[in-house]
């Protein structure tokens, strides 16, 4: 492998090795220059291993490997392994298994929106995920966010929101700051005690690996090696999110996600997760994933209503 450029064979960004570690959840890879290392268990590293081989001879042909080269080799790969074995290989196509709860519970990507944020987040630095309120955005995000910091992939997870909602002003809520605000990040604080021991979860609390905060504490900070969550993002403004987007540093993800049709901003703002869709749509690295009623995870009836506000707004406008 010493003839053939990293870049060339792991993508820009390392994206073909991101894709890898959505096929094969349990192998971790570890890619420096033109080395990589595979561990994890035996059979799944076997076929991994497989696919790796097949990526250097495409290299050797093509002089680069493309993501479609990727997806390509593991489907035919994994074929191979699996033919007359009694108990095959399942690959996570599907990104379905996302990580085990600390009660070994699988939390998992159960609606194709929640599926394609799975797939989008291995390939892409920052995703959009846009959708109604239940689709499980936030949930699935800050899943993938434990699966990052557990597999040492980032030294940190910063869960961030904007701290408006509609007819309330911090300044008139009692308590100091913190109470304040404390229950509009609730949710966040939800989401990590189902998957992080409370204990663990206390600990990387109070040593700032896991930091929950308003957005606008945000400001004036880069945010290096860290998977990094804006949560409620419709709430943004324009400034707020250019400001967000920008503080994203080197070895960091970003995740945003919101719902364009509940804004609590003043009438008078625009919501920067409506206009972000315009101004970023052509970058590369950059993905938006859009959820629907048929990814509503809550109660049957919420997604009717979701339906029957979609039809009245609809018809009103």
Known sequence: MNHIDPVSLFGLHDRNIRILDGHFPETRFNARGNRIKLTGPKEEVDLAEDVVKGMLEVAERKSSVSEDDVETL????????????????????????????????????????????VSSSSIHDIVFAIGPAGTGKTYTSVALAVKALKERKVRKIILARPAVEAGENLGFLPGDLKEKIDPYLRPLYDALEDMIEQERLELNLAKNIIEIAPLAYMRGRTLNNAFVILDEAQNATNTQMKMFLTRIGFNSRAIITGDITQTDLPRRQQSGLISIQNILQDIEGIDFVYLGQEDVVRHRLV???????????????
Do not use: C, M, W
């Open 303 to 317: 997604r009717d209503i979701i339906k029957a506000y979609d039809k009245f707004e609809n018809k009103d406008s």
């Open 74 to 117: 593991v489907t035919v790969k994994s074929g191979v392994h699996n033919a007359g074995r009694p108990n095959p290989i399942k690959l996570d196509h599907e990104g379905n298994v996302i990580i085990h709860t600390h009660r070994g519970e699988a939390i998992q990507a159960k609606t194709p929106g929640q599926k394609r944020i």
